[in-house]
């Protein structure tokens, strides 16, 4: 074992602060990766303040992060795939049990025995694991990812969840030339959710709270933007969509998008409110429409998400800020301030 830097929140309505943590030295199939970025996602702060303490408290000190870019420094004798100085990529998932027909299938997210980067039983240390907010990371190279020479690591980070988690429901639900797709909350989620759309051919229709959000909207690929607290707005656009995601982290208003769904059309809930939200029967009955929801991506998918965004140029928008700022960050994401990631520049870490 060795001592990694971390920021870690010490309970639910701590700060996050400095402090070490315990990695396995790299063995058999271990990476290690000092790591050079990581994403802020919306899910690190409901973890941190235990906001889904009925399906996965938070055991604490709780490190978060699981949009890991950096650099191999290790690697155990059985790597095949990787080797000091590659670049690589890590997200929100560590390890599954790789036997399972959802593995088999590469579908590692539905695996019963799959581990998340952070706050999950960590196999080999006891304990939890614990994500990215960190100078080091070991993991084994099934979940290890390659990251397009192309693209800026601080944009790339956000890619290992923000990415796949709205690449890989538009590709189940077969977005494309043609659709008319919707995104709901223009966030770290929603503003990669326009730029996939967009990339995939369709028209695309952001919902937004904020208004000073429009011209961004637009730029990053949107063909329309409605002001969502706008009754007149909404009204233009019932009974016409293919495909609506909704990306929103708090409570809202969900009966008010499935209304503008065609007949069969799909809305997919990512966005993962604290509370439940109430749906109307017959909006989905007429019209057949169907609420679902969708976890992140596979690893394969989430590498042929990587690739796509190689191939289209396209990286997170990001914000990059030292690790000292990450408290600052969590009350701005929480105002919905942010264009559109907070990417942590883990060179900042040295300091402590
Ligand atoms: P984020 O950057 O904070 O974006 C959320 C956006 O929702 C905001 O920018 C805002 O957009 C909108 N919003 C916020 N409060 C709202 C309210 N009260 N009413 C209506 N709209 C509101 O968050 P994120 O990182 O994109 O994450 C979004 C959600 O997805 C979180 O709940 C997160 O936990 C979840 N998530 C799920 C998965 C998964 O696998 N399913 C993966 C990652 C994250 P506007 O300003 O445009 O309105
Ligand atoms: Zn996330």
């Known amino acids: 074992m060795f001592n990694a830097k971390a920021y870690a929140a010490a309970a639910a309505t701590s700060p996050l602060a400095a402090t070490t943590v ?151 639900w077969c977005v494309s030339k043609g659709k008319k797709v919707g995104v709901v909350g223009l966030g770290g989620l929603g503003h990669m959710g326009v730029k996939f759309a967009h990339a995939l051919g369709a028209h695309v229709v952001v919902f937004t709270t904020s208004p000073g959000k429009k011209d961004d909207a637009i730029r990053l690929g949107a063909d329309e933007v409605v002001v969502s607290r706008d009754a007149n707005q909404m009204q233009k656009h019932v009974g016409s969509f293919d495909f609506i995601l909704d990306a929103v982290a708090a409570d809202h208003d969900i009966d008010s998008y499935i209304q503008l769904l065609r007949r069969d059309g799909n809305l997919t809930l990512v966005g993962a409110p604290e509370k439940p939200l109430a749906v109307a029967a017959f909006n989905l009955i007429f019209g057949r429409r169907s609420l679902s929801g969708s976890p992140i991506g596979g690893i394969r998918e989430t590498q042929e998400m990587l690739d796509f965004c190689g191939a289209h140029n396209i990286t997170a928008d990001v914000e990059v800020i030292p690790i000292q700022k990450v408290n600052e960050a969590y009350d701005r994401l929480l105002r919905s301030d942010v264009k559109y990631r907070f990417s942590i520049d883990m060179a900042s870490l040295k300091s402590e």
């Open 22 to 172: 315990a990695r396995r030295h790299p063995t058999g199939h271990d990476v290690q990766i000092e790591i050079l970025f990581c994403g802020i996602c919306h899910s690190d702060l409901h973890q941190v303040r235990n906001e889904w303490s009925n399906v996965m408290p938070t055991v604490y000190p709780c490190v978060p992060g699981h949009e890991i870019v950096g650099r191999v420094t290790k690697v155990g004798s059985a790597v095949t795939g990787f080797k000091p100085g590659d670049l690589a990529a890590v997200g929100c998932m560590v390890d599954s049990d790789r036997t399972c027909p959802e593995c088999q299938a590469g579908l590692e997210q539905f695996c019963p025995n799959m581990t998340l980067t952070y706050n999950f039983p960590d196999k080999h240390l006891g304990g939890v694991t614990y994500g990215g907010y960190s100078d080091n990371i070991v993991v084994d190279e099934s979940f290890v990812l390659r990251v397009p020479s192309n693209l800026s690591l601080a944009g790339a980070a956000p890619l290992l969840c923000a990415g796949i988690t709205t690449y890989s429901p538009m590709r189940h």
